[in-house]
Nanobody, 115 residues
């Protein structure tokens, strides 16, 4: 089992920045990738960014150039730096861990972009 705990969400004005953190614990040796998904009210959950254990990253077109995913394996933590935030980035952001044993999800953290 892998446990994921997100933090760092909140309310920010358009154009502002936030950094989300996802701390992993448990059977983290089984993870081969981690990522961030988001789900806006009334919409389907979508992938935002992923990073493999080999540091290969992938981003949704809507966030390219604005968001950056990174990891610090000394802390078993993955980050999502979000810059130039827009109202359409408002959503619950979920951390996902992909392992040989299945996928794991955090509880989610709310990000609201509003003036």
């Amino acid at each position: 089992q892998v446990q994921l705990v997100e933090s760092g969400g909140g309310l920010v004005q358009p154009g502002g920045s936030l950094r989300l953190s996802c701390a992993a614990s448990g059977s983290i040796f089984s993870l081969y990738a981690m990522g961030w998904h988001r789900q806006a009210l009334g919409k389907q959950r979508e992938s935002v960014a992923t990073i493999t254990m080999g540091d290969v990253t992938n981003y949704a077109d809507s966030v390219k150039g604005r968001f950056a995913i990174s990891r610090d394996m000394t802390k078993n933590t993955v980050y999502l730096q979000m810059n130039s935030l827009k109202p359409e980035d408002t959503a619950v952001y979920y951390c996902k861990g992909s392992s040989t044993r299945g996928n794991y999800w955090g509880q989610g953290t709310q990000v609201t972009v509003s003036s």
